[in-house]
């Protein structure tokens, strides 16, 4: 099991433990609390599995489960609408990327003729170009 999680009926308890292993749970930035509960849970586990355990304590072990089963879906599913959500911003950024790069064809201002630029480059300096509208003649024809 992960830590942290919620508890649904948190019971607070003491313990004892070498003061070495203390130390090297604080230099890892490892919560007491947390490593008390993996312990815990590994504990439990093995009981579990090897069969040494009464079945009360089996049907509780599982109800844990089954509740971080139900916590795990509602999550997933969290998960899985985030990766919609960011696909859907992908094929944005793709499509606006894609029809920025499309080419078009101006009239340039400054250098006084016709050129073609990416639509990025036109709307970067609407005021120094203008659109040419398809079939629109030869150079010079329609010039501003």
């Known amino acids: 099991m992960s830590y942290p999680r919620k508890w649904k009926d948190k019971a ?4 004892n433990t070498e003061r070495a292993k203390l130390n ?3 230099d890892l930035e490892i919560e007491i609390t947390h490593a008390c509960n993996i312990g815990i849970d590994n504990c439990i586990k093995d009981r579990v599995e090897s069969g040494k355990a009464p079945a ?5 072990w599982a109800d844990i489960f089954k509740a971080q ?3 795990l879906k509602t999550y997933i599913k969290l998960l899985e609408g985030n990766i919609t959500d960011i696909e859907s911003i992908q094929n ?3 499509a606006e990327t894609e029809r920025l790069d499309q080419v078009v064809r101006v009239y340039d201002s400054l250098e006084e003729h016709r050129v073609n630029i990416t639509v990025r480059e036109f709307e970067g300096q609407t005021w120094r170009y203008k659109k040419i509208k398809p079939g629109n003649g030869e150079e010079g024809e329609n010039d501003p």
């Open 69 to 71: 089963y139900e916590e």
């Open 24 to 26: 090297i749970l604080r």
């Open 92 to 94: 944005t950024v793709k």
């Open 12 to 15: 607070l308890g003491t313990f």
């Open 56 to 60: 009360h304590v089996v049907k509780a």
